[in-house]
């Protein structure tokens, strides 16, 4: 075999290791199928490199070019995943995706049109300096996204990732452009030789790093995945190895069994992640039931606490002989408290409709009443604390919605901050006319890009004992004012988040 061949073999090896890793990886993770499908077009067209060079069928070089310019926007898709904006850069993802698609169409329907082969052919020049320099702004942009992403990074493990990923950003890019360069400069008697599989071979062991040692997933893998995806990896790569040895000299065998090779990988891998796929969904569905009622339990903790105060004091004070009579402000507030108990019940049960009832809240009173009853709930080595403008407007809203939405987000940060720390309760007007906006901040480890980004989904927690409803219920009472909220990293570490209400 020949050594290029070797080394895409190799290459080819490492990538569809990726490729499983990420597949049958415990738990749930955005990264998960990005990563998986960029492994496999890397697989794909390295694959085709060395048929082609063990071959010399027309048809590898045909795949090559067909799967090669989709490299670009799957791994535009990925470190979009990883720097946690996916969502907020959806339009650019899509351009790559449609610029790089119309690439790959053209060079697929050289296959039917042969009119089309001499601009896709081992001849053109033209197509490959078009898609190196496409190539090129996506590698751009990645690597902006990066960096940007490494200095507001306030992990160790996050930022080693994407060191690692900038690391292997240039590596990839630098050697596989060889093979685009190819065509376009050997006619100018510069010799550039085929480096595009060593890169690919550097990228899958840099991923491989990044998954295993730094838990890419926000999962240790188990020992069980990476020896089934060891093992099967092994196994498809040697039977292409052997496939080619006894049928190099059989174009139309060769890529018959290839392509039944390949189908058969395809059907275990499948297999194996649908089974993998399966074991997660029961869990999460049991987790689901476990976090609504620890989300429940989160909801009456707070008036509960307030009931059983109140209801000592007044028992102790009749254990003295005291009379209660002065302190009825107690009654009222159980009252109140069984009505808040009585209320989050019916919106459980019905699926957590918000319906605000609507009346003047001054913001500073909500406020205040909520950060009195968190003694409650925050530990001794944690401070309270409220920043309140001045003159603040009256809001139109429903006062027991938005101080269920601030206890939420105050048990939050308390839970953010296992050492303790300081939370802080922010007041002022915002941007819009007479509008108001109430910021939640504490001062814990924070929350990396990607857990921003998905942490208004439902159920998504970063808890191990998490419901991941609190900021899915505080968004929907937000909105249902017709406010907006978001989520900010603070300097130095931490996490705010900020309400917006507009004016009454």
């Not at 008697?189 to 991923?207: D, T, Y």
């Amino acid at each position: 075999m020949h050594p290029s061949a070797l080394i895409a073999f190799i290459a080819c090896a490492g990538q569809l290791g990726v490729a499983l890793l990420a597949l049958l990886r415990p738990g749930r993770s955005p990264l998960a199928m990005p990563l998986a499908l960029l492994a496999a077009d890397l697989f794909a067209w390295n694959f085709a490199l060395a048929a082609a060079d063990l071959s010399q069928s027309p048809i590898w070089p045909w795949l090559d070019a067909t799967a090669t310019p989709l490299t670009a926007p799957l791994g535009l898709d990925f470190v979009l995943v990883f720097v946690g904006q996916r969502r907020s850069l959806r339009r650019l993802r899509r351009a790559a995706y449609a610029c790089f698609g119309l690439l790959s169409s053209i060079v697929a329907a050289s296959a039917l049109f042969p009119a089309l082969r001499e601009v896709t052919g081992p001849q053109a020049r033209a197509w490959p300096l078009m898609l190196l320099a496409g190539t090129a702004s996506v590698c751009a942009v990645a690597g902006w996204l990066l960096v940007r992403h490494l200095r507001e990074a306030t992990s160790p493990d996050e930022a080693a990732r994407t060191r690692l990923l900038l690391l292997a950003l240039p590596i990839g890019a630098a050697l596989g452009s060889t093979e685009f360069l190819i065509n376009p400069l050997s006619p100018l008697g510069i010799a550039i030789p085929h480096l595009g599989s060593v890169g690919v071979l550097l990228c899958a062991v840099v991923m491989a790093i990044v998954a295993l040692r730094l838990r890419l997933f926000g999962h240790e893998l188990s020992t069980s995945v990476v020896v089934h995806a060891t093992g099967l990896t092994i196994a498809g790569v040697a039977a292409y190895a052997v496939l080619f040895q006894l049928l190099g000299a059989h174009r139309a065998l060769l890529v018959g069994a290839t392509t039944l090779l390949t189908i058969s990988l395809i059907t275990v891998a499948r297999r194996a992640a649908a089974d993998a796929a399966r074991r997660r969904e029961r869990l999460s569905q049991l987790a689901a039931l476990g976090r609504i009622s620890a989300q429940m339990a989160h909801d009456l903790k707070n008036p509960l606490a307030a009931l059983k105060g109140a209801a000592q004091f007044l028992v102790e004070e009749r254990a003295r002989g005291r009379s209660i009579d002065g302190h009825t402000r107690f009654l009222d507030l159980m009252l109140t408290q069984i009505g808040r108990i009585e209320r989050s019940i019916d919106e459980y049960q019905g699926a957590l409709r918000i319906d605000p009832t609507r009346a003047p809240v001054s913001v500073a009173t909500l406020v205040r009443d909520t950060l009195a009853l968190q003694p409650f709930a925050a530990s001794s080595n944690i401070a309270v604390r409220a920043d309140l403008a001045g003159d603040l407007p009256l809001l139109h809203a429903d006062q027991d919605l938005l101080s269920r939405v601030l206890e939420n987000l105050m048990r939050n940060a308390f839970e953010a901050m296992p050492g303790g720390g300081v939370v802080t309760v922010r007041a002022e007007r915002s941007e819009a006319p007479d509008g108001v906006a109430i910021t939640v901040e504490d001062t814990g480890e924070g929350m990396d890009a990607r857990a921003r980004e998905q942490a208004f989904d439902e159920f998504f927690t970063t808890k191990a004992m998490g419901a991941g409803l609190g900021l899915p219920f505080a968004r929907r009472v937000v909105e249902a004012h017709g406010g907006d909220i978001e989520l900010h990293p603070r300097p130095g570490g931490g996490t705010a988040v900020r309400m917006r209400f507009p004016a009454a």
